[in-house]
C-alpha cells in the first residue's frame, strides 16, 4: 500500500466529555495515517472506535483536541459550519450500522439518493446519477428500488441502497461504522464485496468500523486495535494472527471457533496495564 | 424431550398470507442442545416463538417431556418452557429492579420462598448477592444477559429457548456467557434450543443442528459433522463458506439470495 499522499492525518487526537461526575477521556492520543486503503478499527463497545470516526467527521459531542487532523491537506479542526458542508456528506461520507434506522422512513429512496447527489451534480442529472449509483452497488432492478419505501426493502437492499447514498457525491474518505453487523452472513459478504470494488476503482480510503476481528482480517488491509480510548496495536490485516499485544490475542482467543470448539472458552483476563499511556 | 411434527405457521394479515414455517419437524432429546441456523427470514424465531407459547395459532403436532403442547396450556406447561431474548437491553423492565425482574415469575405462578429463589439464581447465573438491587441501567450487557437468564431459570424449566443470547456482547463477554450456558446446562439438567446465524457459536454449544431456509429444515447434522465442514446441502455449505471471512471467489460463487 502507498502511503505517498495519505488522505487523512490525526495526530495525537484526544476526545474529553465533561460530565457531572468528572471528565470522561474516551479517547487518549489516537494517532494514524490514512492512504487509499482499507483500514480498520476494532475493539469492544466503549473502546472509542465510533467516536474517533465521529470526530473526523466533526460529530462527537464531546470536546476534540489534536495536534493534527487534517484531511487531504486540510485542517478540519475548527471549521465553520458552511466549510464542514463542503465536506461532511460530499468528500467525507459514513454509512451505519442499521439502514433500518438511518434511512429516513417516510421519503422514498429515489428522493433521499437525489437529495445527497444534488450537493455535488446538477439538478437535471439527479435521477440519472441516482440510478447509475443503485447500478453500482449492485441493484438488479434499480427502477422498483429508485421508487421504493425504505420499508420496502430488506436489511441488505436497504444498506445497499444507504451506501449507494454515500458514494453518490463521489467521496474521498467512506467511514462505514460496523455497516454489516445487522445483515445476514451472505448478505453481508456480498456487500463488503461492493464496498471492496469502490475502494478499488474509486481510488477512495476506507475506514471500517467492527468488532469482528474474523472479517477485518480478510477484508482490511491494515488494522488498529483500540482499547479503553488508545491504539494498542497496529497490524497488518493478513497477520493479525500473530498479534503481539496480550489483549489483541485474548480477544482473538475466546471468539469461538467453527472447526475446533473448546470444552470451555478462554475468557479475557483484563490488565490494569493496557489502560496505562501507550507509547507507539 | 421435544417432538415437533409438520410444524406449520401461517401469518395471515387478510392482504397478505405468508407461510413462515412450511412442515418443520425434528426431535431432540432430554439433556441435548440443539441449534436452529438459518438467515432473517427462515422460520427459526418463529418455532421459538411456537414452543413459548408466544404465536398462538399453528398446526402439527408438538409433544414436550412427553405431554403434547396445546396452544391453551396450563402454568405448569408454561413454567417447563423459559425463554431467554436476544436484546439484554430491550428485554428487562428499565424501571424494575433485579430483584423484582426476578421475583414477579416467582409471584406469577404462587411459589413462596421468593429469597431464597432469587439469592440461588443470582448464583448460579454467578452473579453475587450485590446484584439484587440495581436497575437494569446499573449494569452491563454482559450482566444484563445473566439476568434474563436467571429470569428464564428462576421457574426451574426443563427446556431453555435461547434467541440469539450473545449477538448484542461483545466477544469477550460472549465467551463468558456461552461457557455460563454450557455450564447451566450440565449443572441443572437443561435442554436448549439455540437460534444463532453464526455458526462457530453453534458449534461451540450445540450437539447437533438443524439449517433452515423460507420455513423449512433443508439439512439436520451433528457437531462433527459442522467442525469437520461435512455439511452437504448447498444453501449449508454456502453459509459455512460465508462464516469463513472475505473471500472474493466465494462471494462471485454465491447463488442468488
Known amino acids: 500500500m502507498t502511503m505517498a499522499k495519505p488522505i487523512l492525518e490525526v495526530r495525537n487526537l484526544n476526545i474529553r466529555f465533561n460530565t457531572p461526575t468528572g471528565v470522561n477521556h474516551v479517547v487518549r492520543d489516537v494517532s494514524f ?11 469492544e463497545s466503549g473502546s472509542g472506535k465510533s467516536q474517533t470516526a465521529r470526530a473526523i467527521l466533526g460529530l462527537t459531542p464531546g470536546t476534540v483536541n489534536a495536534e493534527k487532523l487534517e484531511f487531504d491537506g486540510q485542517n478540519l479542526l475548527g471549521l465553520s459550519n458552511a466549510q464542514w458542508r463542503q465536506i461532511r456528506g460530499r468528500r467525507i461520507t459514513m454509512v451505519m450500522q442499521d439502514p433500518k434506522y438511518s434511512l429516513n422512513p417516510v421519503i422514498r429512496i429515489g428522493d433521499q439518493l437525489m437529495e445527497a447527489a444534488a450537493r455535488t451534480s446538477p439538478r437535471g442529472q439527479l435521477k440519472a446519477r441516482a440510478i447509475k ?6 441493484i438488479r432492478d434499480p427502477e422498483r428500488v429508485f421508487r421504493a419505501w425504505p420499508h420496502e426493502l430488506s436489511g441488505g437492499m436497504g444498506q445497499r441502497a444507504m451506501i449507494a447514498m454515500m458514494l453518490v457525491t463521489e467521496p474521498e474518505l467512506l467511514i462505514a461504522d460496523e455497516p454489516t453487523s445487522a445483515l445476514d452472513v451472505t448478505v453481508r459478504l456480498q456487500v463488503l464485496a461492493i464496498l471492496d470494488d469502490l475502494v478499488k476503482t474509486r481510488d477512495m480510503g ?23 480510548g488508545q491504539i494498542l496495536e497496529e497490524l497488518d490485516a493478513k497477520h493479525l494472527h ?8 485474548g480477544l482473538l482467543a475466546c471468539t469461538p471457533n467453527l472447526e475446533t470448539p473448546a470444552d470451555v472458552l478462554p475468557t479475557l483476563q483484563r490488565d490494569p496495564s493496557w489502560m496505562a499511556p501507550v507509547r507507539r | 424431550m421435544v417432538e415437533v411434527k409438520d410444524l406449520d405457521v401461517t401469518f395471515d394479515t387478510g392482504k397478505h398470507r405468508v407461510r413462515a414455517l412450511a412442515g418443520v419437524s425434528f426431535s431432540i432429546a432430554a439433556g441435548e442442545s440443539f441449534g436452529l441456523v438459518g438467515e432473517s427470514g427462515s422460520g427459526k424465531t418463529t418455532v421459538l416463538r411456537v414452543l413459548a407459547g408466544l404465536v398462538r395459532e399453528w398446526n402439527g403436532a408438538i409433544t414436550v417431556a412427553g405431554k403434547p403442547l396445546r396452544s391453551d396450556r396450563d402454568k405448569d406447561a408454561k413454567r417447563a418452557i423459559q425463554m431467554v431474548f436476544q436484546d439484554p437491553y430491550g428485554s428487562l423492565h428499565p424501571k424494575h429492579t433485579v430483584d423484582r425482574i426476578l421475583a414477579e415469575p416467582l409471584q406469577i405462578h404462587g411459589i413462596g420462598d421468593i429469597e431464597n429463589r432469587v439469592k440461588e439464581t443470582l448464583e448460579q447465573v454467578q452473579l453475587g448477592p450485590t446484584f439484587r438491587f440495581r436497575y437494569p441501567h446499573q449494569l ?7 439476568v434474563a437468564i436467571a429470569r428464564a431459570l428462576i421457574l426451574r424449566p426443563k427446556l431453555l429457548l435461547l434467541d440469539e443470547p450473545t449477538s448484542a456482547l461483545d466477544v469477550s463477554i460472549q465467551a463468558e456467557v456461552l461457557n455460563l450456558l454450557a455450564k447451566l446446562r450440565r449443572d441443572l439438567d437443561l435442554t436448549y434450543i439455540l437460534v444463532s446465524h453464526d455458526l462457530a457459536v453453534v458449534a461451540q454449544l450445540c450437539h447437533r443442528l438443524a439449517i433452515m431456509r423460507t420455513g423449512d429444515i433443508v439439512e439436520t447434522a451433528d457437531a462433527q459433522k459442522l467442525a469437520k465442514g461435512e455439511l452437504t446441502h448447498p444453501y ?16 462471485a460463487a454465491f447463488a442468488d439470495l
Open chain 1, 133 to 138: 449509483m443503485l447500478e453500482a452497488v449492485k
Open chain 2, 140 to 146: 452491563s450487557g454482559g450482566q444484563r444477559q445473566r
Open chain 2, 236 to 251: 449449508s455449505r454456502q453459509l459455512l463458506t460465508a462464516s469463513k471471512g472475505f473471500d472474493r471467489a466465494a462471494i
Open chain 1, 242 to 249: 500473530d498479534a503481539k499485544h496480550p489483549y489483541t490475542r
Open chain 1, 33 to 43: 495515517t490514512l492512504g487509499r486503503e482499507k483500514l480498520a478499527i476494532v475493539g
Open chain 1, 206 to 228: 476506507l475506514i471500517f468500523i467492527s468488532h469482528d476481528l474474523k472479517l477485518v482480517s480478510t477484508f482490511c488491509d491494515r488494522v488498529l486495535v483500540m482499547y479503553a
